[in-house]
């Protein structure tokens, strides 16, 4: 396939720093975000068999809550670094975004940092109060854990919804020539009007990541024969909030989609592979954009129309509505938006099927089928996170604040970024490797029959 004379224009003006920016910022994302989930959602699960094991007295329960606190340290540990790391790269990586817009976007990061602190403190005492506060109290450390994920979840979304959705100031022409920003509402920014569905959809998915990536792991456990009632109640307390995540996450998904026609309908031609204005449009499974045609895909009549515009017959736009260098790319954008609805959707049909045999009188957690696909739900459910925040930031490209600024306007035009990027690989690939080691050093002391693992710098056991 050639290369016209306008991409090759395209290419070159491009600056320098563009590329490593992009690869740099995607793989930092890319990682920590799967950490995020986990200190969104395993307080509330921590919480659940912590509460349990004091109402019942069920030591098995109370031992759960126990590793999995110290597993939530070493996340939290690992997740402080990947996300000092975020922070200093905005500025670096995106000096025409945080340059102008800095003060826009300023409010909801120094709400994050201070969660973020907030969560640590209370982690910390939550990790040494065993033994040493009284029950009651000692649980209700969990609450502020809770919060602030929730509340740094929230900042954090907020920033993308606004790339999403500008709003909260106002764009002035100087005497130079230039443009600035003025009349800043941050509050308006943080509260836009996209931040709400965006932030429940990101937090619903954190439980489906967290419940199915812990009820695997003790579904392996079971696999290799240790089906004590610890990794019975490992596995159901877990799996119990992913069902209600997997089930839930569709319909977040389907209302915050109805907005996409809209507010970006380059995108959601993008997710369709409409390469016209269809009414009604058809589904399209698979498939490829290839010279400017869609092509190997399998078409469903009338269903794109009910998926995108919750009707059978009005319209989806197509690209040929939006300016060429205004489009996405859209054979990735496409493909990503497939696989996250595809794999949620395996994801919750195997949540009935577990709840349906479970109510027949069967036992699901006896059927060594169900166990292998429970260990591979973990995975899945990641890749279905990884694959929707792909659909929402490449299919929002070439726009790194829609309709606003460009990314290549973004971006620096320092070919040191380069360097940047090398070190985050490292970086990465050590937090990658310590995280391993030392999670799998916690599980084969625990079943080797230790229970009380020393916390580092903590008071002397009691």
């Not at 209302?255 to 016209?276: I, N, S």
């Amino acid at each position: 396939m050639s290369i016209s004379l306008e991409t090759l224009a395209t290419l070159a003006a491009e600056p320098s720093g563009l590329l490593p920016a992009r690869n740099q910022m995607a793989l930092s994302l890319g990682w920590h975000i799967v950490l995020a989930c986990f200190g969104v959602a395993f307080p509330a699960i921590i919480f659940v068999v912590h509460r349990r094991g004091l109402r019942r007295g069920d030591e098995v329960a109370l031992d759960l809550a126990k590793r999995w606190s110290k597993v939530s340290a070493v996340l939290f540990a690992i997740g402080a670094v990947s996300g000092t790391v975020l922070s200093f790269e905005m500025g670096l990586l995106w000096p025409g975004l945080m340059g102008p817009f800095g003060d826009v976007l300023g409010l909801p990061f120094a709400f994050e940092g201070l969660s973020f602190f907030v969560e640590a403190i209370f982690l910390g005492i939550y990790l040494y109060g065993w033994g040493r506060l009284p029950e009651r109290l000692h649980l209700l450390m969990l609450l502020p854990m809770m919060a602030a994920g929730v509340v740094g979840s929230f900042c954090v979304l907020s920033v993308n919804a606004w790339m999403q959705n500008p709003t909260g100031f106002r764009l002035v022409d100087t005497a130079d020539g230039s443009i600035k920003v003025t009349d800043v509402d941050p509050w308006a920014a943080m509260f836009n009007d996209g931040v709400w569905l965006m932030f429940a959809h990101m937090w619903v998915g954190a439980f489906v990541v967290v419940g199915f990536v812990v009820s695997g792991v003790y579904a392996a456990g079971m696999l290799r024969g240790r089906r004590d009632r610890h990794h019975r109640l490992g596995f159901m307390v877990p799996f119990v909030f992913a069902t209600v995540a997997a089930l839930a996450q569709p319909l977040v998904g389907h209302v915050l989609g109805l907005r996409v026609a809209d507010t970006q309908p380059a995108k959601l031609a993008a997710f369709e592979l409409a390469e016209t204005t269809e009414q009604p449009a058809p589904l399209r499974l698979g498939g490829v954009m290839i010279d400017g045609e869609p092509r190997y895909y399998l078409e469903i009549p009338k269903i794109g129309s009910l998926i995108a515009r919750n009707s059978f017959d009005k319209p989806v736009p197509g690209l040929d509505t939006v300016p060429e260098d205004e489009r996405p790319p859209v054979t990735l954008t496409h493909l990503a938006f497939q696989s996250m609805v595809g794999i949620g959707t395996l994801l919750a049909l195997s949540v009935l099927v577990f709840w349906f045999l479970r109510r027949g009188g069967r036992d699901p957690l006896g059927n060594r089928w169900f166990l292998r696909w429970s260990v591979i739900a973990g995975p899945l459910a990641i890749v279905a996170l990884e694959a929707g925040w792909i659909a929402t930031e490449v299919g929002r490209q070439p726009w790194v604040v829609w309709q606003i600024l460009r990314t290549t306007d973004a971006a620096g035009d320092s070919p040191w970024i380069w360097w940047s990027l090398t070190g985050t690989v490292v970086v990465y690939a050590g937090l990658t490797a310590g995280a391993t080691v030392v999670l799998r050093s916690m599980a084969r002391r625990w079943r080797a029959g230790e229970h009380d693992l020393p916390s580092p710098y903590g008071p002397d056991a009691r």
